[in-house]
């Protein structure tokens, strides 16, 4: 069985569709670029400021500036601009009866990470709560998986009882430079075999079926 079980925040627990890609239109229009919200969702889960570089080849400057502009709208509008998938509450709390440890393990600003799980009553769940800092730091997922376990007191010999679970390449690639399992979900925003391609030990389609694995794991 799995002791202690990382999730993932946008994508994973909740839907951030809306609030990410009407907050990167948001940053963008300031450079003078229309994009339609329905192009902008490659942005839900890498870090934002690797993004925009990626995407609209913003050089570094122009990149900060377009991070503080999504910021602008995301902080008080696009932050609540999501919900929670249904069945999650369910399943974190038979997690939290079955005497697991649960924690988050995100990209988002930590500070962001905290309100979201507030308003949506997810708080009570989680032992551990760890995002990126607001001036950069530890964006790398691998990093943010890295401080949870610190966090967690996970000892070398105790990572095989860890499981990570995440909707993009970046959750698989980051719990691999930690060497724990790594679970996707395809309910959320990966493309078809990024999953796999990434390393992911399994994969589910659904919530029900992350509640079906943890029945036998």
């Given at each position: ?49 690797e ?8 050089d ?11 910021r602008?709208?995301?902080k ?5 601009e ?7 509450h ?40 760890v995002?990126s800092?607001?001036d950069?730091?530890?964006t ?14 996970v000892?070398d010999g105790?990572?095989?009882?860890v ?7 970046h959750?698989?690639?980051g ?43």
């Amino acid at each position: 069985m799995y002791r202690y079980i990382l999730f993932d925040l946008d994508g994973t627990l909740t839907d951030p569709k809306e609030g990410i890609t009407k907050c990167v239109q948001y940053a963008l229009q300031y450079f003078g670029i229309e994009a339609d919200t329905e192009d902008l969702v490659d942005f839900i889960g890498p870090p934002l400021l690797e993004s925009f570089q990626k995407y609209y080849q913003l050089d570094d400057a122009q990149g900060h500036m377009a991070l503080k502009k999504y910021r602008e709208r995301f902080k008080d509008i696009g932050i609540f601009e999501n919900g929670v998938y249904p069945g999650i509450h369910t399943l974190l709390s038979d997690l939290k009866k079955q005497g697991r440890s649960i924690a988050l393990a995100t990209s988002k600003p930590e500070v962001y990470a905290r309100r979201i799980l507030d308003k949506y009553e997810l708080m009570p769940y989680f032992d551990v709560v760890v995002g990126s800092e607001m001036d950069g730091r530890r964006t790398d997922k691998g990093e943010v998986i890295t401080e949870v376990l610190r966090q967690l007191q996970v000892a070398d010999g105790q990572r095989q009882e860890v499981l990570m679970i995440g909707d993009r390449l970046h959750d698989m690639i980051g719990a691999g430079k930690n060497h724990v399992d790594k679970l996707g979900v395809y309910y959320g925003y990966a493309h078809e075999g990024e999953l796999e391609e990434a390393g992911a030990d399994y994969t589910v389609c659904t919530v029900e079926e992350l509640y079906d694995f943890f029945k036998a794991h």
